[in-house]
């Protein structure tokens, strides 16, 4: 069944002076490389991995030209959109939501990390959205990049203005809350985590456990992450490479659990600095969300 309770969303061509950008704190908690368990594609599925709008850097990014695309190759049929996105172009976000909100098929939006800004838009169009209980929404107003003289700031302040509250409007249909407990939402520039978007509103369900995965290039992030806390600890580059893949080698062991992994000799005569690197791993904690809604 359609879900037509979403308003449709007014989108324009913005001023010369103004740029949507991508948040810097959704850039910062944004993981590229989480996905859809078994790469969850299928010729119904539309990937949204990347930021939203052209990106003149890398030539990728999600355009509504491109969404368009996959809905005509898809036809009337049903669609699901996979969603882990730090956001971006605000005008072509709303675009992408109202080809989904229009598409006749019913369209099931699975956001498997994160939906930032004009990605948790997009998220808004689905007639069913489910969230990973790790994920994460983000709203916040319209976030620019203006220039110009003081005309040209005040005409971009009042050309942003209609559609912060077409935003508020969307979000305020999905989840039936008033549209100022969603404005405050937006100035505060919230993230909401999975359980409580699905209480909020924000979302229908949560997603199974195993349809999130991280792919070896998240792995690889995090023994990046895991080399800098040792070199932290004082080792070189070298040292601490030799001392993770020591470290990894007694995780694989079969020995009982109960022992812990041991050394290799090679790394004997870095004990003191080995000790500083696990202190330096041990008081290591994920990054904490400031304004998260609990």
């Known amino acids: ?89 605000m005008f072509e976000g709303l675009a992408i939501y109202n080809l989904l909100r229009d598409h006749p098929g019913a369209v099931t939006v699975k956001v498997i990390g994160l939906a930032a800004s004009a990605a948790s838009i997009i998220a808004m169009a689905g007639d069913e959205v489910q969230i990973a209980r790790a994920g994460f929404f983000m709203v916040h107003n319209s976030w620019i990049i203006a220039i110009g003289n003081r005309h040209d700031m005040r005409a971009a302040a009042d050309f942003l203005e209609p559609f912060d509250r077409t935003m508020a409007d969307i979000y305020a249909a999905r989840t039936g809350a008033d549209i100022k407990a969603m404005q405050k939402l937006m100035d505060a520039e919230t993230f909401i985590g999975g359980s409580d978007a699905v209480d909020q509103g924000f979302a229908d369900n949560l997603l199974p456990a195993d349809q999130v995965t991280e792919s070896t290039e998240a792995k690889a992030h995090a023994a990046r992450r895991i080399e800098a806390l040792c070199r932290q600890g004082g080792l070189s580059r070298v040292e601490a490479g030799r001392l993770f893949r020591d470290l990894t080698a007694g995780l694989s062991d079969s020995a009982p659990q109960s022992q812990t992994p041991r050394l290799s000799d090679s790394a004997g005569d870095h004990t003191a600095k080995a000790r500083q690197a696990g202190d330096a791993i041990a008081s290591f904690s994920l990054p904490t969300f400031e304004g998260i809604q609990q």
Do not use: F
Request: charged share 20%; glycine share 12%.
């Open 1 to 89: 069944m359609k879900n037509r309770k979403v308003p449709s969303a007014t989108h324009s061509t913005p001023p010369r002076c103004v740029e949507s950008q991508v948040s810097v704190r959704a850039l910062e908690r944004w993981t590229p490389v989480q996905a859809a368990a078994d790469g969850g594609e299928t010729d119904n599925t539309i990937s949204v991995y990347e930021p939203i709008g052209y990106d003149p850097w890398t030539g990728g990014g999600v355009t509504a030209k491109r969404i368009s695309s996959a809905l005509r190759s898809i036809g009337k049929g049903d669609v699901t959109v996979n969603i882990n996105s730090p956001g971006g172009d």
